[in-house]
């Protein structure tokens, strides 16, 4: 961010008509402004080309667009691509854009490191660093290259979207608003271990998709890889959530229904078994939801192994069979360590830093 200067992007409409008004501009300069920003994407004030020049040398004099485009990127062997971005603050974190036909996600980070310290997370290794702005979360989309190919933002790169839900919910409005970028709120899911403090709120307060770390059916051993499991059980998330209406998929008289969808990495010998597959669809009774199922890839220290594909179509058989509409995901973006749970920038930030 140039020094002195406040930061546009995440701003909502209301926040940049006061902006105007408070350079003595009318407060319709503050709607062309949102349009500049969030239909055109912008990267400077002095492209606003409706506005007056004396506006924009009172907007360049006070204010910056915020956006800055990846420092690093790296393409994986199967079309999968991983930047590094750097954040006001100065950090890095690491963003994934997942290609697939005529579908292309993009797996977006809301904090440096994370406070959750999964056993099977090398973010969790990282440990915690700084939550990301709305800014910050908002520019791995507005400055990605392939933005204009995007049908999908998820929330499940680096860091507890629920332990920095001011600014993803901040990020979210800007993404679904008239005045931004028009997304439907279908487009965007937020994944989340499940934090007291934030899944209500965010329920209440959004219409966007909602994922929930599962990985474990029993508590006890739920705690073991997720220490998360000791503040807010997962039956006191499933319990939360039962609260509430959902669907699995789009439906005419629901429109407006979000999604509900379990995340459960197969571990050989921990969670792979009969009575925890029995486990599972006893805790998810009645919700209609999916479970995606995911493979472990393995990260250093860690006694940890992933399950067999024939396990993970057993179990995924099983509870489908026992009415869980279930799915494997497919492993994207491994040899560059973009696949799921490998997102770190301890040394990616390192690198970026000598350069």
């Known amino acids: 961010m140039e020094e002195g200067k406040h930061t546009l992007l995440g701003a909502t409409l209301d926040e940049l008509k006061a902006a105007a008004k408070g350079l003595g501009l009318p407060a319709f300069v503050g709607k062309q402004m949102a349009d500049w920003i969030y239909s055109k994407c912008i990267t400077s004030t002095d492209q606003m080309q409706n506005v007056s020049k004396i506006a924009r040398a009172k907007l360049d004099e006070h204010f910056t667009i915020g956006c800055s485009p990846p420092v690093m990127a790296q393409e994986s062997k199967d079309g999968t ?22 579908r292309a996600t993009l ?15 090398m973010t969790g290794r990282q440990g915690f660093v700084a939550s990301l702005s709305e800014a910050d979360i908002l520019n791995q989309i507005y400055s990605l290259p392939e933005r204009e190919k995007l049908t999908n933002v998820v929330f499940m790169g680096q860091g507890e979207p629920f332990d920095n839900l001011d600014n993803v919910l901040r990020a979210t409005e800007v993404l679904t608003a008239d005045w931004g970028f028009k997304w439907s709120p279908k487009r965007i899911t937020v994944s989340s271990v499940g934090l007291r403090k934030g899944l209500k709120r965010f329920l ?19 705690a073991e890889l997720m220490p998360a499991e000791k503040a807010f059980s997962i039956q006191d998330v499933v319990d939360v ?13 629901a429109p407006k229904q979000r999604r509900l969808t379990f995340e459960y990495i197969i571990f050989k010998g921990v ?15 009645g919700l209609d939801c999916r479970v995606n199922l995911i493979r472990f890839h393995t990260i250093p220290e860690t006694n940890l192994e992933g399950a067999s594909d024939n396990v993970m179509v057993r179990f995924r058989d099983y509870l489908t069979s026992h009415g869980v509409f279930t799915t494997i995901r497919a492993s994207r973006g491994q040899d560059i360590f973009a696949a799921c749970g490998l997102l770190t920038t301890e040394k990616a930030g390192e690198m970026a830093n000598k350069k």
């Open 204 to 222: 209440d307060e959004s219409k966007c998709n909602i994922a929930i770390s599962l990985h474990h059916p029993l508590p006890q051993q739920r």
């Open 271 to 285: 969670n792979d078994t009969l009575r925890h597959a029995e486990a599972l669809v006893y805790l998810l009774r």
């Open 81 to 102: 691509k991983k930047y590094l971005f750097r954040t006001h603050e100065g950090h890095f974190v690491e963003t994934v854009y997942i290609p697939d036909g005529k």
């Open 107 to 121: 797996c977006v980070s809301c904090q440096v490191g994370c406070k959750m310290n999964c056993a099977f997370c």
């Open 241 to 253: 959530l039962r609260q509430y209406d959902f669907c699995r998929k789009t439906k005419s008289d």
